[in-house]
C-alpha cells in the first residue's frame, strides 16, 4: 500500500477520488478474473461492463459493436468545443490453464485473463464513474471496450463496425501493464511501440521412403533444417542495424514420432515475422519467399510460403505521445515517466487504431515477478486507481473546461 500512499499525496484530484474506490474496482477485476471469455465469446464479460456502466451513470450505453464490444459516452458539463476523445480496454482472455491458487483464479480451465486485460476494463470502468461524477471537461469521452485483442483482431472489428463513423473521436488513447516497469510509473515512446506480427506458414514436399534408404527419397525433414538455418540470415544480412526485425520459426510438423524409420513425404513450419517499418516487412516477405523455393530447389523438393500479415506495427503520434507524456508526469511526478521506452516486438491490435486516428499507447508499470502470457500472472490491484486516474486525466486535459475570465 505505499504507493497508493504515495500517489495520493502526490496525484491529483482524480487519483484521490479513484483510490477511494479502491476496494470496488479489485473486487471487480477478481470477478472479470475468475471468469475469462475468449475474444468475440466476452458476452458475460460486456454484460459486467455495461452493468457498470449504467451504475456510474453515463450518458450513453451501445453494446454489439464488432460483435461483443461496448462503447459508452460521457458527456462533459460543457459541450461547446465539440470534441470528442476516445479510451480504450481490451476484454478478453487467454487460452491457457492459470496454475494460480488464490480465490480469484480462474473458473474455466484452460481459460485465463494471463495479460491483465481484465484490470484495462476494470481502469476504464474506474475511469467512466469519475467522469461521468465530475464532468470537468469540455466535450464528449468516448469509452471503448474491446473484444478480442489476442490474435482475432477485435479493433478492426469494431472499426468495420462503424466505430469512428459512430463516434468520431479526435485522438484515441489505450495502455496496458508492463510487468518490467515499476508500479506507479508510465512508459510511452513517441513513435514504434509495438510490432507488426506476421504469420509464416511454409510446406516442403519431399518424397517418402525408407530411413534406411535416404538415397530413395527426397528428405523434407533435411529442406526444412536448411530452410530453418538459412531463414536466419535475412535479418543478420538484411536489415540495417538501426531498424528491427525477428524471423521466428517456432513449430515444426513432419512424419510420426512412432515411425523412427519412416522419411516422411512432406514438412511444416510455422513461425512468425515481427518488424516495424513497412520496408523491412515488405524486404523480408521477399527475401524469404525466394529462400523458400531456392533451398527447397537445390535438393530437388519443393516449398510454397504463406506469408500472412496480421496485426500492423503500433506507432504513436509524436505529439499525442508527447501530450500522454505530460499528462501521466502532471499525476506522477516526472521522475515516474520514461518518455522514450524501448518498443517491444511484441503486437498490439491498438495498431488499427491508430491507422485511422492519431493517437497513443502507454505502458503502466505494475511490477511483479510473472510476466504476461505466463501461468502464474495476475494484475496488481494496487495500480487500479492509477490507471483509471490517468484515463480520466487524459479526457480532462484533452478537453478542458474554459476559464471564467
Same mark, same amino acid.
Given at each position: 500500500?505505499?504507493? !497508493?500512499?504515495? !500517489? ?47 451504475a456510474a451513470g453515463v450518458d450513453e450505453i451501445h453494446e454489439g459493436i464488432g460483435k461483443t464490444g461496448v462503447v459508452g ?49 476494470t481502469m476504464l470502468v474506474g475511469a467512466a464513474r469519475y467522469l461521468a461524477e465530475t464532468r470537468r471537461f469540455d466535450g ?149 519467399a525466394r529462400l523458400v523455393d531456392s533451398v527447397a530447389v537445390a535438393f530437388g523438393a519443393t516449398a510454397s510460403l504463406h ?99
Amino acid at each position: 500500500m505505499a504507493m !497508493l500512499q504515495t !500517489l495520493e499525496q502526490a496525484g491529483g484530484g482524480a487519483y484521490r477520488r479513484l483510490v477511494a474506490w479502491h476496494g470496488e474496482l479489485t473486487a471487480f477485476r477478481r470477478d472479470l478474473h475468475a471468469h475469462p471469455e475468449l475474444g468475440f465469446e466476452e458476452k458475460r464479460t460486456a454484460a459486467r461492463v455495461v452493468a457498470a456502466l449504467r451504475a456510474a451513470g453515463v450518458d450513453e450505453i451501445h453494446e454489439g459493436i464488432g460483435k461483443t464490444g461496448v462503447v459508452g459516452v460521457v458527456h462533459g458539463a460543457s459541450r461547446s468545443s465539440g470534441r470528442m476523445v476516445g479510451l480504450r480496454a481490451d476484454m478478453d482472455a487467454l487460452p491457457m490453464t492459470e496454475e494460480n491458487d488464490f480465490a480469484w483464479r480462474s473458473c474455466s480451465r484452460g481459460l485465463m485473463h494471463g495479460c491483465g486485460h481484465d484490470g484495462h476494463t476494470t481502469m476504464l470502468v474506474g475511469a467512466a464513474r469519475y467522469l461521468a461524477e465530475t464532468r470537468r471537461f469540455d466535450g464528449s469521452a468516448t469509452l471503448i471496450f474491446q473484444p478480442g485483442e489476442e490474435g482475432f483482431a477485435g479493433a478492426k472489428a469494431m472499426i468495420e463496425d462503424g466505430l469512428f463513423e459512430r463516434f468520431p473521436v479526435e485522438a484515441v488513447y489505450a495502455m496496458h501493464n508492463w510487468p518490467s516497469l515499476p508500479a506507479g510509473h508510465v512508459g510511452v515512446n513517441p513513435g514504434p511501440m509495438m510490432a507488426a506480427a506476421d504469420r509464416i506458414e511454409i510446406v516442403v514436399h519431399g518424397k517418402g521412403g525408407h530411413g534406411a534408404h535416404p538415397y530413395l527419397a527426397i528428405d523434407p525433414v533435411l529442406v526444412a533444417a536448411h530452410i530453418i538455418t538459412a531463414a536466419q540470415s535475412i535479418v543478420s544480412r538484411n536489415v540495417s542495424p538501426v531498424d528491427s526485425a525477428v524471423i521466428s520459426l517456432c513449430a515444426m510438423q513432419a512424419g510420426d514420432v512412432g515411425a523412427f524409420s519412416v522419411i516422411p513425404r512432406e514438412a511444416k513450419l510455422i513461425g512468425t515475422v515481427r518488424t516495424f517499418r513497412r520496408e523491412v516487412q515488405d524486404m523480408v516477405e521477399e527475401r524469404l519467399a525466394r529462400l523458400v523455393d531456392s533451398v527447397a530447389v537445390a535438393f530437388g523438393a519443393t516449398a510454397s510460403l504463406h506469408y500472412q500479415r496480421t496485426y500492423p506495427a503500433t506507432i504513436n503520434s509524436p505529439e499525442h505521445a508527447e501530450f500522454a507524456a505530460d499528462a501521466a508526469a502532471a499525476l506522477l511526478g516526472g521522475d515516474k515517466v520514461v518518455r522514450e521506452l524501448p518498443p517491444s516486438m511484441g503486437a498490439e491490435d491498438f495498431s488499427f487504431m491508430l491507422q485511422v486516428k492519431p493517437g497513443a499507447y502507454l505502458r503502466l508499470g505494475q511490477g511483479g515477478s510473472a510476466f504476461l502470457h505466463n501461468t502464474r500472472y495476475d494484475f496488481n490491484d494496487e495500480v487500479l486507481p492509477l490507471g483509471a486516474a490517468l484515463f480520466a486525466t487524459l479526457v480532462e486535459r484533452s478537453m478542458p473546461l474554459a476559464t471564467p475570465s
